[in-house]
């Protein structure tokens, strides 16, 4: 039984092969549709996102591939766009790529005083300079701020699905900095689910800090996707895979929990439109 993935990262950002190395292993996966999502372009100097100047080579590439594969795979045209209120978002980029769907991400929390952006995802030592510059060691006030960024991005420039929810917990290893459990993280989430479940969008389940060993649980944790299944609210299965190799990781492991979370139809983009589907022990019945 065959799985879907629409967040995947090529050559185009910080992925390690061609998008054309994606596709033939969704192939040989049995894989009925498949989405690459590259980093969306920023006027900043980032070493893992798209550059601006690949934008027409970028969807000249996709829809190359879309035609050559038609008769084994559903391709699809993404991006994951950060947001950052006046800066990026979907609306900036969703017509200019002519893209088929957007990921809607948080990797940013606010500026340093020169007016570089806080990276709150990557390495755990920049995660510190920001949370003492920009936010004076208050974690609460650096976790709710991002929590309401979230809100932001989905009420004023909606993504088609919200990216890896919950990802700035990788910060806090072993509950040091923060704990999932403190009523006023759980307060933060329940009121960012609420806004959501209201928009209608689509929540990733993203295992990639799973295949990378950072979690033991998807992006959200499994307390959190208890919370949208009594929300009604709808999920897509991302690996995030930055190789081949990784398209499908952690997806049986997963659906097991989301089964038993009582998840069982998931929503797929096949046939050039959202769908849900009945999710099984066995993956996805198309
Ligand atoms: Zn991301
Ligand atoms: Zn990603």
Redesign the pocket.
């Known amino acids: 039984m065959p799985y879907t993935n629409y967040h995947s990262h090529c050559y185009f950002c910080d992925g390690k092969e061609a998008a054309e190395f994606y596709l033939q292993e969704a192939i040989r996966l049995g894989m009925p549709a498949y989405g690459i999502s590259s980093?969306s372009p920023l006027p900043y100097d980032l070493p893992w996102t798209m550059s601006e100047v690949d934008g027409d080579t970028y969807i000249n590439e996709i829809e190359r591939l879309k035609e050559l594969y038609t008769e084994q795979i559903e391709v699809y045209r993404g991006v994951?766009v950060d947001f950052i209120p006046d800066v990026a978002g979907s609306r900036f980029i969703k017509d200019e790529f002519s893209l088929d769907y957007t990921i809607g991400?948080v990797?940013f929390v606010d500026f340093f005083a020169d007016g570089h952006p806080w990276e709150i995802?990557g390495r755990h030592q920049v995660f510190l300079q920001g949370l003492d510059q920009i936010f004076k060691n208050n974690i609460e006030a650096a976790i709710q701020r991002y929590y309401a960024l979230i809100r932001q991005m989905v009420q004023d420039d909606p993504p088609d699905i919200v990216?890896?929810l919950d990802?700035i917990k990788i910060q806090s290893e072993d509950g040091q900095l923060f704990n999932e459990q403190s009523d006023w993280y759980q307060q933060a989430v329940s009121e960012t689910l609420d806004v959501i479940a209201e928009t209608g969008l689509i929540i990733e389940v993203n295992t990639r800090g799973m295949c990378k060993q950072l979690t033991d649980e998807p992006y959200p944790s499994y307390w959190i996707l208890r919370q949208m299944r009594g929300r009604d609210i709808p999920i897509v299965l991302s690996s995030?895979s930055h190789h081949p190799r990784e398209i499908m990781s952690h997806f049986s492991d997963v659906t097991e929990q989301l089964l038993a979370i009582g998840y069982n139809q998931v929503r797929i983009l096949y046939q050039n439109q959202w769908q849900d589907k009945p999710l099984t022990k066995n993956g996805i019945e198309i």
Do not use: A
């Open positions: 980093h994951e991400s990797h995802d990216g890896h990802k995030d």
